[in-house]
């Protein structure tokens, strides 16, 4: 099956330390690659991709991740943790059939900010 | 700029009933897609369409029917609501390339409660 796997379902930092997000995914294609944050009660929005460019990516409010195909992971991570990161995180795969595609969400990390 | 609309917002049913959860947008865009999203679940693919007269199963598609008669809109049809189906639904939009790229643009969800 072809699927993501976020391995925390929660992760909690204090306001200043670093942020990890783990992911890995697998896939027969190549695949794109996503994360997703939501805010308490509010939509989903697209933080950051991988379309097989760069494998380091960078994304909005300080956030990168970076593809790694032989561990077959995509971990986020960002240098200082704010208390505004405080949101649930998905790790997204779109997985290409010839001109379809379906797109895979994880099930979801949600990280705490420790003041 | 309407964007994805979903209506309703908010939907209480009895076991056994039927409803149609709507969403329309207006960005002309081929893909549509529901998703299901529930506590320690992510979001779960229910069913996806990338035209008009084209559909595909999900992750989770059973007890859910849909139809794409027209590009602008991606009904999703409950027969007999199960309290199992108690859950958050977003309705989700992208251009073909942008399912590549996951663009998705997000409805705001609608909240559905099976007593």
């Known amino acids: 099956a072809q699927s993501v796997t976020q391995l925390d379902s929660h992760v909690s930092v204090s306001e200043g330390t670093p942020v990890l997000l783990r992911c890995n995914y697998s896939s027969s294609y190549s695949p794109s690659l996503f994360w997703y944050v939501q805010h308490p009660n509010k939509g989903l929005q697209l933080l950051l991709k991988?379309?097989?460019?760069?494998?380091l990516v960078k994304g909005i409010n300080g956030f990168e991740a970076e593809f790694k195909k032989s561990e077959t992971s995509f971990h986020l991570t960002k240098p200082s943790a704010h208390m505004s990161d405080a949101a649930e995180y998905f790790c997204v795969v779109s997985l290409l059939y010839s001109s379809a595609s379906k797109i895979i969400f994880g099930s979801g990390t949600r990280l705490s900010i420790r003041p | 700029n309407a964007g994805v609309t979903q209506t309703p917002k908010f939907q209480v049913l009895k076991t056994g009933q039927s409803m149609t959860l709507q969403c329309a947008q207006d960005m002309n865009h081929e893909y549509m897609s529901w998703y299901r999203q529930d506590p320690g679940m992510g979001l779960r693919l229910i069913h996806y369409?990338?035209?008009?007269?084209?559909?595909d199963q999900g992750e989770v598609p059973n007890g859910y029917n849909v139809s794409r008669s027209t590009t602008e809109d991606f009904p999703l049809r409950l027969l007999s609501a199960a309290p199992s189906q108690t859950s958050v639904y977003f309705c989700a939009s992208s251009s073909l390339a942008g399912t590549n790229t996951g663009e998705l643009f997000f409805g705001e969800g609608s909240r559905l409660t099976v007593l």
């Open positions: 991988y379309t097989s460019a760069a494998t």
């Open positions: 369409s990338v035209g008009a007269g084209i559909t």
